[in-house]
């Protein structure tokens, strides 16, 4: 089996939280030894994505998660059984103490694990062509869409995004996802690289926290957590 290369990526967060950079060869293809830890049932799912290149990003992150948990709780790869909660979030079907959650977007994924805590990550591909103003509703607060206004086009565009994966990230650490939406939460103006959550904040991301991280070019990334160490379990 080849592994897939892991590349730390470095926070201000706490030390049990660790975030790992997968990058994706969209020019491989599902029967590569890459993939060989995957279930078989990994390997129907990536089958379903009608792109190829939905494809291997599914099975380039999930093989590299399993390479990952396994080296972390001394099994092999294709011991691990995943599953998902009863909000349909990734875990691990046996209980462990180990927590995680990925993102993947282009030609990039982040995967990030804590075993004291929950965590959550998102990534995002900048599109330079995207009208930002057509998603403000479903993704900002009124106030930071006034403070895009206030920027020149380039920054306005990068900060757009910059909410949007503090936003994803926080809300997938908290199980209950993105459904109760994203401009329920404000993070802008952004100032350093920890997210500061604004105005009202909602119930469930109370005891949470969050950093931007450095990302490749093109690219936007951040990670959450909880602030009391716990059992992810």
């Not at 995943?82 to 079907?93: G, I, N, Q, V, Y």
């Not at 995002?124 to 206004?149: F, I, K, Y």
């Not at 990068?158 to 401009?183: I, M, N, P, S």
């Amino acid at each position: 089996m080849t592994r897939i290369p892991l590349f730390p990526v470095p926070h201000d967060g706490p030390p049990d939280v660790h975030v790992w950079r997968v990058d994706i060869r969209i020019d491989s293809t599902l029967e590569s030894d890459t993939f060989t830890a995957l279930s078989s049932d990994e390997r129907a799912q990536a089958k379903v994505f009608r792109r190829s290149e939905d494809a291997l990003r599914f099975a380039t992150v999930r093989s590299a998660l399993r390479e990952l948990l396994a080296g972390a709780l001394g099994m092999e790869p294709h011991a691990l059984r995943l599953t998902r909660d009863a909000m349909k979030r990734p875990c691990l079907a046996d209980a462990t103490p180990v927590d995680f959650n990925v993102s993947h977007s282009g030609a990039h994924g982040l995967i990030a694990f804590s075993t004291r805590r929950r965590v959550g990550v998102d990534i995002e591909q900048r599109n330079p062509q995207l009208d930002w103003r057509s998603l403000a509703a479903l993704t900002l607060a009124d106030s930071e869409t006034g403070v895009l206004d206030r920027l020149d086009p380039e920054e306005r565009l990068e900060r757009f995004y910059d909410a949007w994966v503090a936003k994803e990230a926080l809300l997938k650490t908290t199980g209950v996802g993105v459904v109760r939406g994203l401009q329920r939460l404000t993070v802008l103006p952004r100032d350093g690289v920890r997210v500061a959550l604004r105005d009202d904040v909602p119930d469930e991301v109370h005891g949470l926290a969050a950093s931007w991280l450095a990302a490749p070019a093109g690219y936007a990334a951040c990670v959450a957590w909880s602030m009391t160490a716990q059992s992810p379990g």
